[in-house]
């Protein structure tokens, strides 16, 4: 029978064909009567979860126990768990029940959808009109010094007919030039908007969706979308005619003033409507706990040193050989990859997609690695990769030493093509010190902290690469000099800093100022740090080769 050409049958319960049936087991994924519901949950070779037809969706296997009802949410593993997995693997963890999880993850969306349309869009659009306008502003005024500079020639005759020939062209070029840059800016706003637009989209079906597994899936970009665009104002040229002479038509005819397209940062965030900023503040707790010692196979011949968090459950790790190993947190190895040269790589960090990078001073080159593919992303000349981190715009920043070790600077690198360099100070003085380690990390209000070893502080710059402050260290209890090494920053923007030599971690907020140590955690030469989505801190035990995981705030 051609279905085209036929009615659409009723709903049927796939036990007994009785139409229009109320009830839907989750598990088995079938539709059924009332009547046939007792004979159902009889079979015991399956638990089930007969749920009214309209609550479809609202269970979801376990993927370890497929015959076991997912009816609690593992929050540090950030997964649906039975009974089962809660009792065995995820004990130790903090979990909730998967219906209020999903609930809150509903509530989320929706105020992300508010945000994104009464927040996020119209402050994009308010940008593109401006751009808009200043636009429109560098027309007339080109249209304006156009009409000065015909009147001034014609006022000195065919003699000055090249002249104005030539500062006509000038001027042309720097307008041609201005509203190339303005049009791409604009038009990579436009873009952003219309990717805000798509999302807003997506969340309006997911409020939709019972599928509990696209909706518990759902990561959100608000994060992403509060950065605003840098904002570009133009300098608009001006005409200053003079007398002149005929011998001196090209020096005094007259010019157009020097003009620049200046870069000023938007307020890097939006507030969300409604948000209680003092509630999300994240305090200190008095007594911080190591909540994990993670053993690794690190030893005296290869001490460990670098740690990066992959996910709330896996980090990856670097020491003295040629091999970087990922760990879960029960200290089982996961997976190892050797770097592509042979030597040991100085630092390593992980994008915003999961991927590793590290970087390989002798081969001069900046390498990611997917599964257990490695590719090299950046070939230098010149210059030796040190120390790198991701970007939350997922950048790559880079601490490089010149071939001679004499020269030190930091490299912001988007889709591996070079953007941005940071070297000196506003008297043209070296901002780094010329050798050794310099581990770097983007701040949450993107400024870049470096931890300089060799210099015995933490150099932090804006995102333009000013200089906002130096912190040496606090001499309070201290064995030795200052010399930091790894760096990590918090969700609260603060920093913190490994006190190598001293046993210790310094905590200091984001203008710099000391808040607190970290010291009598058995930590024998902390290296590496890093901090999880959660703000728990991951430190790199040099002295005793395992990883430290701390709660320190709450």
Known sequence: ??????????????????????????????????????????????????????????????????????????????????????SSEHKSHEFIDILKYFEDKKDSIQKDLQELKKSINPKYQEIVSHIS???????????????????????????????????????EEIDSKQSAVLNKHENEIKFTISE??????????????????????????????????????????????????????????????????????????????GADTSASYKTLIDEPQIVKDIKTEYGKQNPLRDVSCLSGEYIWTSGFDNIMKLYNLQGELVKSVKTKSGDHPRDIAVTKKGDLVYTDYVDKSINMVKNTEIQTLIKLQGWKPRNICCTSSDDLLVVMNSNGNNKTKVVRYS?????????????GQPLYSSR?????????????????????????????????FTYTGTRSGSKTSFKPRGIATDSQSRILVADWDNHRIHIIDKDGQFIRFFDNYDLQNPWGLCVDARDDLFVADNGGNEIKKIQYCK
């Open 436 to 468: 050794d380690i310099k581990y770097i990390k983007e701040n949450m209000n993107l400024d870049i902290c470096v931890a300089d070893w060799a210099a015995r502080g933490v150099v932090v710059v804006n995102q333009a690469g000013k200089l906002r």
């Open 133 to 171: 306008v200043q636009i429109a502003d560098l027309n007339k005024n080109s249209q304006k010094l156009t009409s000065a500079i015909n009147k001034h020639g014609e006022d000195l005759h065919r003699e000055v007919d090249i002249v104005i020939k030539d500062i006509k062209s000038n001027l």
């Open 1 to 86: 029978m051609d279905p085209r050409r036929s009615a659409q049958d009723v709903l049927r319960c796939q036990l007994c064909d009785t139409p229009v049936p109320p009830l839907y087991c989750g598990i088995c994924h079938i539709h059924i009567c009332k009547a046939c519901v007792g004979d159902h949950l009889l079979d015991e070779s399956s638990e089930h979860k007969v749920v009214p037809f309209d609550k479809r969706g609202l269970t979801t296997k376990c993927q370890k126990h497929s015959t076991k009802v997912c009816e609690l949410y593992c929050e540090e593993c950030d997964m649906s768990i039975c009974a089962t997995c809660a």
């Open 415 to 427: 889709d591996s093509k070079e953007k941005q360099t940071i070297e000196f100070n506003d008297k």
């Open 196 to 273: 805000i637009v798509q999302c807003t989209t997506d969340l309006e079906k997911l409020l939709n969706s019972n599928d509990i597994n696209l909706v518990t899936a759902y990561k959100s970009r608000n994060t992403e979308f509060r950065k605003l665009p840098l904002k570009l104002k133009v300098s608009l040229p001006s005409f200053t005619p003079q007398k002149i002479s005929t011998e001196q038509l090209y020096e005094q005819f007259g010019s157009l003033s020097s003009t620049s397209l200046n870069i000023e940062a938007h307020d890097n965030t939006i507030d969300s409507p």
